[in-house]
């Protein structure tokens, strides 16, 4: 059973392209090896927290994955300090982190009475073998120690000085209209922290939507100082189009269905779970939900631990709509780490009228939107031709402030904070 479990799952992974890193400068996050699964990145003990922890403290980072198989791989991990483009900095390691940049991954565990078998492994940071002394952004990149120049696999993370505070809200009432199609952050930043800055040129704002990589916006610079305080509003950089709030099903447990599942069964050598038909939101009425934000949580409800007791299951997709011309539709949450791939790319079945997916997942609770990506076309893939843009919705706004006076090498992380609507 073992061996034919484990050959139907790589056969399931077999639609996942065999992606390489290309460059050094690719530094998205993203999983290169067919043999690993669900790369989780959180902060300790606060699910709903971006993976932004406050240098100094005790908080944690902590980044967990799979490797399907029987046997554990010996890994070791490494940290690239970004800048705000999240380009690699010109500190050298010394500067940024505490001892040498290699650690092996000491903490694994392999599944328990799981159908697929897999080792989970788990990275905690910081440790006793590496501290992080500098803030900023960061890569955390995992590799084979007998080939190091081979990433399997990497993930951002940020570290704030916090030293600066940040004061805002979100409103509907936006420069292009009042309650329509569109949210506007508005935001304050007291820089007596910091002492005597050129806001208009040692200051860089980041603004992004849900923690989504291609929400992420620059604001070059504020709309007035008041002193020490650093005003932005009313900035096109800071209206975004509303969204709608995210799907979600849950797949706990392989012996009743989970919220939104139509139905599974086990077929092959894994569990098939079929969600219920899902239908376009693009003109319908706002519908009021709380959601994660486009997270996802490993869970199954037996488990005393599920990162080891979750099992891995085949999720049918079915979106009932008429296809979109020269386009291509995606499932996307943060599952999918913002790559758009055979992996979660959906068919159009024109004899039943309906899109579909079958994607490979752990067991939990997760978040998914349908998002929409013109075919030959570099453009960013929207959720608007099929989600709509509800002003009602609940939306999470990451604001990153960085600072790079004249003469430094790297950009620091000064503070970060998060404004919610709705």
């Known amino acids: ?3 034919t479990a484990l050959t139907s799952l790589l056969i ?5 392209p065999a992606l390489r890193c290309v460059a050094d400068t690719d530094t998205a996050t993203k999983i290169f090896s067919r043999q690993f699964r669900t790369l989780k990145t959180e902060v300790e003990d606060n699910f709903m927290s971006p993976p932004v922890i406050r240098l100094g403290t005790n908080d944690r980072i902590l980044i967990s994955f799979d490797e399907i198989g029987e046997d ?3 890994l070791e991990y490494r940290l690239i300090h970004c ?3 999240w380009q690699p900095s010109r500190l050298v390691e010394s500067e940024y982190i505490s001892g040498f940049n290699s650690a092996r991954i000491e903490d694994f565990a392999f599944s328990s009475a799981t159908f697929v078998h897999y080792v989970n492994y788990l990275i905690a940071l910081p440790n006793d073998d590496m501290q992080i002394l500098h803030s900023g952004n960061y890569l955390l990149q995992v590799y084979d120690p ?6 399997l696999l990497q993930t951002r993370f940020q570290v704030s000085e916090n030293v600066l505070r940040i004061d805002g809200g979100v409103t509907t009432r936006t420069d292009r209209g009042v309650n329509g199609e569109y949210q506007q952050v508005e935001f304050a930043v007291e820089s007596q922290g910091l002492g005597n800055v050129n806001p208009y040129q040692d200051f860089l704002v980041e603004v992004s939507q849900n923690m989504r990589d291609n929400t992420r916006r620059f604001v070059p610079s504020p709309l007035r100082v008041d002193g020490s305080r650093i005003v932005y509003e009313h900035l096109n950089e800071l209206i975004f189009p509303a969204g709608n709030e995210y ?3 849950e797949s706990v447990s392989n012996n009743f269905p989970g919220m939104h599942v139509d139905s599974l069964r086990y077929m092959g050598s894994n569990y098939h779970v079929w969600l219920k038909p899902d239908a376009s939101r693009a003109s319908a009425q706002y519908s009021f939900d709380r959601t994660q934000h486009g997270r996802f949580m490993v869970h199954e409800y037996n488990a005393t631990d599920s990162s080891i007791g979750a099992d891995y299951i085949t999720v049918h997709f079915l979106l009932d709509m008429p296809e979109i011309m020269d386009s291509e539709v995606y499932v996307d949450g943060e599952f999918t780490h913002g790559l758009y791939n055979d992996y979660n790319r959906m068919t ?3 004899a039943k009228g309906v899109y579909t997916a079958e994607i490979p997942v752990k067991q939990g609770a997760y978040n998914y939107q349908y998002v929409v990506k013109r075919r030959m076309s570099t453009d960013t893939p929207v ?3 099929i989600e709509g843009n509800k002003f009602e919705t609940g939306n999470e706004y990451g604001v990153a402030i960085y600072f790079r006076p004249p003469g430094a090498r790297a950009d620091r992380l000064v503070s970060f904070t998060t404004l919610t609507s709705n």
């Open 146 to 151: 007998d080939d190091p120049d081979v990433t």
């Open 383 to 385: 959720p608007a031709p």
């Open 72 to 74: 554990n791989s010996y």
């Open 247 to 249: 799907r979600r099903f």
């Open 83 to 85: 800048n705000a483009d």
């Open 12 to 16: 399931m992974m077999s639609v996942i």
């Open 348 to 350: 159009y079945d024109r």
């Open 1 to 3: 059973m073992v061996k």
